[in-house]
């Protein structure tokens, strides 16, 4: 049965804003995609709404970390690296509790943000973003962290500039706050959006609305900004499909001293991990599972052999990174004596939590939003957070340079089917 049209029953002549381009959300991929759109073309009429009653979204609590492969930093640096080299380590990274053809639908995307990475930050630097790096960010082999001066919070702050300079219009708080969308019925089968206090008309609307692991309805106030709606309308009222949240859980130390001490992947690997009852679990195997290992105190062990003085073994507040120094001098680990193996470096209690949760709208390479079948529906576009589409964006640095890339790449998307 067909959604009940609720938008334009009650509609009088002269209450649609019309639009050419409706871009739902202003974190750093719907502010990308206006600032492109008005680039690209600038005699479109784009508007972008958004429902707190500031810009920024998501992205002013981040860091502000881009991680990117064969950028110009990295050249300056002197470091050999390129697009298809992170890639292949993103694939490699991407894998880890994805099923095969999670993997595989997603490499089209994956590339997409390997390859044109580089080109984004260059691109947020001659708007007046500043960058520094590059950094090593284990697990990469090699340094790809490009950090933002001083924080995430400029790059939103220089692209909602930069829009309203150039003649955009951002809606904030109750006028910005959608509460559903619909085909207008007229032969241009233009969208309809409503928010709380006006109603809009576009050729394109573009869904940016964030990450769903943030809603109410997975962690409730955490992220009131995050409510999830726009891509529930684009499913209920659309026929648009989406993921739920992809869950990845890690381990953190559990200590007063030093808070979100994390253990890199291949640490784990070396060692085990040492439950509760002192069962002993093969750390590649606790990596595959470790749902299984939540609610309970565990340790790591990893053989001393295996751990040099200067590598890094997890990341470490104000630090970046630790060293077996680190753990040791503040108390997240001793030095006990293996039975028969040599000295055991052991690290803990530690717990399972969950890090990292991926969901969203289905894309294809231009940004399209699909359907259950996977056809491209007419005029809606995704990015950012809300079109990761279940892929997994593994490791610092990869979100915000998902936003940047795909923001781009709606808008000039948007432009081609204009």
Known sequence: MAAEPIITRNLLEGDVKELDVLVIGAGLAGLQCAVTLRELRPDLRVGVLESQQRTGGSCRWAVGSFSAGGTAWQSRAGVEDSPEEH??????????????????????????????????????????????????????????????????????????????????????????????????????????????????????????????????????????????????????????????????PSLRTVSDRAAFVAPTEDLIRAGWIVTASGRRVDGALALAGLEALVGQDLHLEVPQEAVSDDASLCTYPAKGYGTAHDLLADGLAVQVDGEGTGPILRIGPIRVVI?????????????????????????????????????????HGHHLMWAAVTGAAAARAVVAAS
């Open 87 to 248: 890639y292949r380590q993103m694939l490699d990274m991407c894998q880890l509790g994805a099923t095969e053809a999670d993997v595989e639908r997603n490499k089209a995307l994956l590339w997409q943000m390997c390859q044109h990475g580089p080109a984004a930050l260059q691109v947020l630097e001659s708007r007046g973003v500043v960058l520094a790096g590059p950094f090593l960010e284990p697990p990469h082999t090699k340094p790809r962290m490009h950090n933002t001066v001083p924080r995430a919070s400029a790059v939103t702050e220089v692209l909602a500039a930069a829009f309203v300079q150039g003649g955009g219009t951002i809606r904030t708080g109750p006028e910005g706050d959608v509460v559903d969308v619909e085909r207008s019925g007229t032969a241009a089968e233009d969208l309809l959006v409503k928010s709380r206090t006006e109603v809009y008309s576009a050729a394109a609307l573009v869904i940016a609305s964030g990450d769903l692991s943030g809603t109410h309805a997975v962690v409730p106030s955490v992220n009131p900004g995050a409510t999830g709606v726009p891509v529930g309308l684009a499913v209920e009222r659309l026929g648009a499909r989406s993921h739920e949240p992809h869950f990845s």
């Open 355 to 395: 890090s990292l949760a991926d969901g969203g709208l289905d894309v294809n390479d231009s940004m399209q939003v699909l359907t259950g079948s996977s056809a491209a529906i007419e005029g809606l576009y995704a990015c950012g957070s809300a079109a990761v589409g279940g892929m997994r964006l593994v490791g």
